[in-house]
């Protein structure tokens, strides 16, 4: 999970609509749709319930789950950025602290090694 994904489920909950959501990101459909499927893959519980389309069209809604994660992936991300603001001026003479560096290349690395992860399902 990261912030473009958190933003990415919480317009489908607004929206009702991968589709709607991703347009509103500047999103091509086939990234979001590759988000979204390597997210439920990563839950023991479905994230985001789709239906094919149809006459009326099809629908994306977060389920129950979805909201639990993005509301604690915000949280967490509070938490976080207090944390690295906190450190941006730790370090001797005012300096960033060493720290900030190697957490959010470590964060960076994460997410993509969870996104190589999820793309190979």
Not at 89 to 104: A, E, T, W
Request: with cysteine; hydrophobic share 40%.
């Amino acid at each position: 999970m990261n912030t473009k994904r958190a933003t990415l489920l919480d317009l489908i909950d607004e929206f009702g609509s991968l589709v709607a959501a991703a347009r509103s990101m500047k999103l091509g459909y086939n990234t979001a749709w590759l988000w979204v499927m390597a997210m439920n893959r990563l839950s023991p519980i479905p994230l985001v319930k789709m239906g094919c389309g149809g006459a009326n069209g099809g629908y994306s809604m977060l389920t129950e789950e979805g909201r639990r994660v993005v509301a604690n992936f915000k949280q967490l991300n509070g938490s976080l950025e207090n944390t690295m603001n906190q450190l941006a001026s730790d370090g001797p003479h005012g300096q960033p602290h060493p720290y900030v560096r190697i957490l959010s290349r470590n964060m960076e690395v994460a997410d993509n090694a969870l996104i190589k992860t999820a793309s190979s399902y």
